[in-house]
């Protein structure tokens, strides 16, 4: 997963782990084979090598999939390097300042889904155009993920790594001593089709929880959740924004409220200290839980929570989270840096990311590879992840991606429904959010 912002996610996220290193850094990493930045030669210090530069946010998993060391071994005249800012919201203004004067960039640059939509409409022509790129084929992906980063003229600015295909993880102890099924098909029948049945769930799981726990673990991950779900959410097709009046959102975020109001989710905002206590404390017993999740998961349980996770079907499906590849126009080794993104985005090389990283491919291709089909996580014992979340992504809707999505769905949560577990009325809350969200707008 990423180490992130899945606040876009998160917005995440999409993503809330690690420790910040430098911001983006101009020009080509040495010969060294550091992240740290500084220019080089096209020789790489005089070993004869290209050194390639990828500009990441957060732990986008290549390097610690071993792919960087696979790319070099196949061309040995290649050489990688990544400069890498933990969290989105750090990275991507930085990236915006470099694409707008042109300058600074690495050969390749990582998007987050959240920011993709305004990369596509206002700096498309610094980019490169992916799908003229030998190798490239649309139908390598799932097709709303393509047309994500494709413009209106049909140029394709970035190749899609990851997706965020919605599921909900629990905990088998927690709902065997509330008086829930355990078995996954029978988890996912109890709310089948309609959110408001995963919250009628949660008044269920109240009534018998185990004591000092909530049903699911924040406001913030519901809503998100929900929203994921819609096809409709903040803008329409034309560009207008429309989350004060899509009634979806209205819908999604009373809903939240309702349970913020019941107490069956914890008062925490996601990726925060408090949020990763609850975690290691075992205080909640589902979370909205993309696969990316089950790592974060992991990474701040403590060890005797290995095996008790398993993953149900969402209500319906949804995406949180996904990270596209681009090419600067203006990069130093612009051939290279194709061939590069090409190669990591493939389904094999993204199948493999999958079964280190727990990033799950958006290339359909690699859902039939056994990377993906045997795919198994220590929090989730023998549960087959790969195809519980394959099912779940070839049923996403084709969404409408907005420019400012990820400071709307931001407001909804850390300004508006967790006010909700602070006692404020949903009304009010939903009042503060809309109020913060269009104050941040006109900026």
């Known amino acids: ?59 986008q998993g290549f390097k610690e999939a071993g792919l960087y060391t696979e790319y070099e071994k196949l061309n040995p005249n290649i050489k990688i390097a990544e400069n890498v800012v933990e969290r989105n919201e750090n990275y991507y203004p930085a990236l915006v300042n470099h694409l707008t004067t042109n300058s600074g960039l690495q050969d390749v640059q990582a998007v987050e889904v959240g920011n993709i939509a305004e990369v596509v409409g206002t700096q498309a022509s610094k980019l ?11 139908t390598n992906w799932l097709d709303w993920k393509w047309q994500q980063a494709t413009t209106q003229d049909g140029q394709t600015i970035g190749l899609g790594t990851d997706i965020g295909p919605m599921a909900i993880c629990y905990r088998k102890d927690l709902f065997q001593q509330a008086g829930l099924p355990t078995d996954r098909d029978k988890v996912g029948q109890l709310w089948a089709g309609d959110w408001n049945k995963l919250v009628a769930a ?8 185990p004591s000092g726990t909530t049903f699911m673990d924040s406001p913030g991950g519901l809503l998100n959740a929900v929203i994921s779900s819609e096809q409709e959410k903040f803008y329409d097709s034309s560009g207008k924004v429309i989350y004060k009046t899509n009634p979806a959102i209205k819908a999604a975020f009373d809903l939240t409220a ?28 589902a979370v909205a839980c993309p696969p990316w999740m089950l790592g974060y998961l992991k990474g701040k349980s403590k060890p005797d929570a290995a095996g008790k996770w398993d993953v149900a079907a969402a209500p319906k499906s949804g995406n949180w989270g996904g990270t596209f590849l681009t090419v600067p126009k203006s990069g130093k080794h612009v051939t290279e840096a194709e061939k590069l993104v090409t190669w990591l985005t493939a389904p094999a090389q993204q199948a493999k990311l999958f079964n280190v990283q727990g990033s799950f491919p958006s290339a359909p291709g690699a859902y039939s ?50 006010l909700v577990t602070k006692g404020k009325s949903a009304a009010e809350a939903w009042n503060t959010a809309t109020k913060t969200i269009d104050n941040n707008l006109e900026k």
């Not at 850094?25 to 990828?54: E, R, V």
């Open 128 to 138: 490169v155009d992916l799908s003229k790129v030998s190798g490239v084929s649309k």
């Open 1 to 59: 997963m990423r180490t992130i912002t899945r606040r876009s996610r998160s917005l995440g996220a999409l993503a809330a782990v690690a420790a910040l290193t430098t911001g983006l850094l101009a020009g080509c990493a040495d010969d060294s084979g550091g992240s740290s930045g500084g220019s080089s030669s096209d020789t790489g210090g005089g070993k004869g090598k290209t050194t390639i530069t990828l500009g990441l946010f957060g732990t």
């Open 258 to 285: 309702k349970a913020a109001s019941e107490g069956l989710v914890g008062a925490q905002t996601q990726f925060q200290p408090a949020w990763d206590t609850t975690i290691a404390n075992s205080k909640f017993a």
């Open 202 to 209: 949660g008044e269920t799981y109240k009534r018998k929880a």
């Open 369 to 418: 590879l056994p990377q993906v089909t045997g795919a198994k996580n220590t929090m989730t014992g023998d549960t087959p992840i790969g195809t519980v979340f394959a099912e779940a992504a070839k049923a996403i809707p084709t969404q409408v991606i907005g420019p400012k999505d990820q400071i709307i769905q931001q407001g909804l949560t850390d300004n508006g429904v967790i």
